[in-house]
């Protein structure tokens, strides 16, 4: 057999430059690029290697390890799990710095690959820069905080290694029923050592992602569960997504006239104008998404992982009547809800349910629409609130008095609605163009008002709820989707987190445009916390003698290059967005925004922890409120 000889980081490199997935019938390149952030553990080796030959590969430099593993995410989220960005970071805080994206890879079942540095294999100049020198063992290092947050862990510390363990991530990355971050850290030293690696291993590499279908066993139990009810309601889930079921959904969902209903990662797989889409569902959802949940008597969950989110915390349903139909690729999620399961593809699946339920047709009658027509007038509402000076009521009731309400107007100088703010954005970018979000109030508000008019139009990663994804993943969907615009909704306190990436977005003129809601504070956790009897302590940015910070983002990213706009109304809000479409670069839109205008209630509820004892009466009653709805939830 013929070899060649390369180092371990040359090998990784050819070896990334092979991989094909073929997905209905199409073969396309699996790893389109490599983000880095170099330092001396994988400048040496896998810098070098990259230098000498990167292929096809897309070489891109991030400015922070989590902020471009984040934008690699958001690509192959946005890429529907087809294609990945690699990520490779130094040792020590360079791969620490991966923990929180690698988390939200995985809770969101993304596959994209990360490739750590690791300390000496040979332990010769121990402790190395940046070891942590554990003492109970030599053998652990930072990278071993990645286990519990990759899907595959491994550490490379001979070169042979390298071959077995690519073999197993990139099965991992194009499974869909196990997709999601593979991590293999490679000892600095065994980076750059040499090996006689057979050819054979480089040759073109095709990664099958075959739908799998339904046995018959599960199609006939699906279909009779189906005929049987009165009340269906389908959720959709990423995996809906994933599996590119819309079509299917809107001609299942039409004929059968039963109601569609949507997770955070399940949005935008069918476009909110379909006549049947009731939108957002659970603690984040609409009225009608949750009015129709509470109604069904068999609730069909495709491709959902059931988080608290998307049920209320188990508390959505009528649990004595409603009864559960699970399709996912992943047999544990199909296991939740005592559903019966199907696991198997979700288009697949549907489109070979379709002819067993032939002149079926739900109870719901005109009712869908009559939801649909509620919630559409209630979202016109949220589109005009009106701030006044006096007897003012936000969305979000009894927290600030209006003494204060009327201080932040003053400190920002704005009286914009967070929500009207929001429609006037969704009203006036093109259709096609993607948003992206992730943390604070604003996935609430676009997952119960945000209109998507097309498909895939909405990459909002609320399975982590990750603080920096908002403008670093802005990048990555923007090299998913180089002709449209893209607009990241970032809270203030977000952008403050992280915003990294966004100079790497002016760097290589990749145009993002970043859409800053500033109602100077952490909002949506200081309406959980005065919502659950406490008082306001330390979710406003208020300075050392209570003043109200007003911060001039624009500033800030003007000193980047950006193109920048400040706006403190709905008409400059609508110029500035105008103007954006024009321009060449990245740019930023800074919009101050009153607190508690955010959305919030609609029949839903959440499970959080609320102390059992405490000297405010407020709090004990919020603690008895709990214990009555959980009476109401499902215990597991
Ligand atoms: C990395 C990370 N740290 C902490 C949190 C907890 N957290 C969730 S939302 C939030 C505040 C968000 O503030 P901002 O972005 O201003 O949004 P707002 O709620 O004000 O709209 C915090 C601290 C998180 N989700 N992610
Ligand atoms: O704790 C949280 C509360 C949610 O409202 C928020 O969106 C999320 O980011 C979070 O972490
Ligand atoms: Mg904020």
Not at 179 to 204: N, S
Not at 322 to 348: C, E, G, H, P, W
Not at 392 to 402: A, D, I, R, T
Request: hydrophobic fraction near 40%.
């Amino acid at each position: 057999m013929g070899k060649i000889r390369l180092t371990t980081a040359q090998a990784l490199i050819k070896f990334l430059n092979q991989q094909y997935i073929y997905v209905d019938g199409k073969e396309s390149l699996f790893v389109e690029g490599i983000f880095n952030v170099f330092g001396h553990g994988n400048v040496l080796g896998i810098g070098q290697a990259l230098e000498q030959y990167s292929g096809h590969l897309k070489v891109i430099q991030g400015k922070n390890e989590q902020g471009m593993a984040h934008a690699a995410i958001a690509y192959s989220k946005q890429m529907l799990r087809q294609k990945i960005y690699a990520v490779t970071t130094s040792v020590g805080p360079g791969s620490a710095n991966l923990a929180a994206a690698a988390g939200t890879a995985l809770a969101n079942n993304i596959p994209v690959l990360f490739i750590p540095g690791d300390t000496f294999a040979t332990r010769q100049p121990d402790p190395v820069l940046q070891q942590v020198e554990q003492e109970y063992s030599l053998a652990v290092t930072t990278n071993d905080a990645l286990k519990p947050v990759s899907r595959y862990w491994d550490r490379i510390t001979r070169p042979e290694q390298l071959m077995p363990s690519l073999l197993r991530a990139f099965e991992v990355m194009t499974d869909p029923g196990k997709a999601g971050p593979a991590t293999i850290c490679i000892a600095q030293d065994v980076e750059g050592e040499a090996f006689d690696y057979d050819e054979k291993f480089f040759e073109k590499r095709v990664h099958y992602v075959d739908r799998k279908a339904p046995v018959e066993r599960e199609l006939k139990g699906a279909a009779e569960l189906i005929r049987a009810s009165k009340k269906p309601v389908i959720l959709v889930g990423g995996g809906a997504k994933y599996s590119e079921a819309r079509d299917i959904l809107i001609s299942l969902s039409e004929k059968h006239n039963i109601p569609l209903v949507e997770t955070q990662a399940g949005k935008a797989t069918v476009e909110s104008n379909f006549k049947n889409n009731l939108g957002g569902m659970g603690i984040t959802g609409t009225l009608a998404a949750n009015k129709a949940a509470r109604q069904a008597d068999l609730f069909i969950g495709i491709g959902t992982r059931y988080t608290d989110f998307a049920t209320s915390s188990k508390t959505a349903f009528d649990f004595d009547q409603t009864k559960f139909l699970n399709i996912n690729v992943s047999r544990l999620q199909a296991y939740k809800m005592d559903a019966f399961q199907v696991v198997a593809d979700a288009k697949t699946t549907l489109e070979q349910l379709a002819p067993l339920l032939e002149g079926y047709e739900s109870d719901f009658g005109g009712e869908i629409a009559e939801l649909k027509a509620e919630w559409n007038a209630e979202r016109d509402r949220l589109s005009q609130v009106t701030f006044q000076r006096e007897n003012f009521l936000p969305e979000v009731k009894n927290h600030f008095s209006q003494e204060v309400l009327n201080e932040y107007a003053d400190a920002l100088n704005t009286e914009l609605a967070q929500t009207t703010a929001l429609l006037a954005v969704n009203d006036t970018i093109s259709p096609d163009s993607v948003i992206i979000t992730a943390a604070g109030s604003l996935p609430g508000d676009v997952q119960r008002i945000w209109n998507t008019s097309e498909p895939n139009t909405y990459n909002v990663e609320y399975g982590y709820s990750c603080m920096g994804y908002e403008v670093s993943g802005a990048l990555g969907v923007k090299l998913a989707e180089p002709t449209k615009e893209v607009y990241s909704l970032v809270g203030d306190g977000s952008f403050l987190l992280l915003h990294s990436e966004f100079i790497t977005s002016i760097q290589y003129g990749q145009k993002i445009n970043v859409v800053l809601f500033d109602n100077s504070g952490f909002g949506c956790i200081n309406n959980l916390q005065m919502d659950h009897g406490g008082g306001s302590y330390f979710c406003e940015f208020r300075t050392h003698d209570n003043k109200i910070l007003n911060i001039d983002y624009a500033k800030v990213a003007e000193g980047y290059g950006a193109k920048t706009y400040r706006v403190n109304t709905v008409e400059e809000l609508k110029a500035a967005l105008e103007d954006a479409k024009k321009q060449e670069g990245s740019t930023l839109i800074d919009i101050k925004v009153l607190p508690k205008t955010m959305t919030d209630g609609y029949e839903s509820w959440w499970n959080v922890g609320v102390a059992e004892v405490s000297d405010k009466e407020s709090i004990q009653k919020a603690f008895e409120l709990r214990k009555q709805k959980l009476e109401t939830a499902k215990q597991y």
